[in-house]
């Protein structure tokens, strides 16, 4: 784990700001976190979803969001059962700006559009496995277990959203990347109104 989270802040421009980890810690905040967190593995299923959909000519893209998916799901399901144990409510909360804004960039056209994609996807997976290990060690035991259990699927799903970009680019990808993580820096940095899994600093 230790190698791989090494890997993955290499390729995020940025480290979750401290401000952030130290309000996502205060147990007032853990509904919010857990259930804006089932919100988003719920997303993310969804959206693997939708890339089989779309791109029924490419079976190692349709074979790997399959898997993808059904990973998502079953921490959808995890977070659900965390909810319960807790007697937390699961509930539809506002979406942070964070994955909105990173795919207002990608492009319309084919190829391009699929490459960016599965380098948003990169990203995304690849803060979420850092905020994980980072979030893991200031929560209770059971969910700081389970935030490390996490950290394997995602880190998956990160290298298998940044192979397809590499396999389908007509070109270099590198740019198109720095490009996305620059977005994803100041997302990452900057003050929110809001506390969300993948929210900015909180402004007071």
């Avoid at 993955?8 to 980890?21: G, M, S, V, Y």
């Avoid at 319309?108 to 850092?130: F, N, Q, W, Y």
């Avoid at 700081?144 to 070109?171: I, M, P, T, V, W």
Wanted: charged fraction near 30%.
């Amino acid at each position: 784990m230790l190698d791989e989270l090494k890997n993955i802040r290499n390729f995020l421009f940025c480290q979750t700001p401290e401000a952030w980890l130290e309000v996502a810690a205060r147990r007032e905040n853990l509904p919010v976190l857990l259930v804006d967190h089932a919100n988003c593995e719920k997303k993310a299923a969804s959206t693997a979803v939708n890339l089989i959909y779309r791109y029924i000519d490419k079976s190692d893209v349709m074979l790997k969001m399959s898997k993808l998916a059904r990973e998502e799901l079953r921490h959808f399901e995890q977070v659900l059962a965390l909810l319960k144990k807790r007697n937390l409510a699961f509930e539809a909360v506002s979406p942070s700006r964070y994955a909105g804004e990173l795919h207002k960039h990608v492009r319309t056209h084919e190829p391009k559009r699929l490459v960016d994609a599965m380098i948003v996807g990169a990203i995304i997976e690849a803060r979420s496995c850092e905020r994980f290990a980072a979030l893991a060690p200031r929560l209770d035991k059971e969910l700081q277990k389970f935030y490390e259990s996490l950290f394997k699927a995602e880190s998956r799903h990160f290298r298998n959203y940044l192979a397809l970009a590499q396999k389908y680019g007509d070109e270099s990808i590198d740019d198109r990347v720095c490009f996305f993580l620059h977005i994803e820096k100041k997302l990452i940095e900057s003050p929110d109104t809001e506390f969300r899994f993948h929210s900015g600093p909180l402004v007071f």
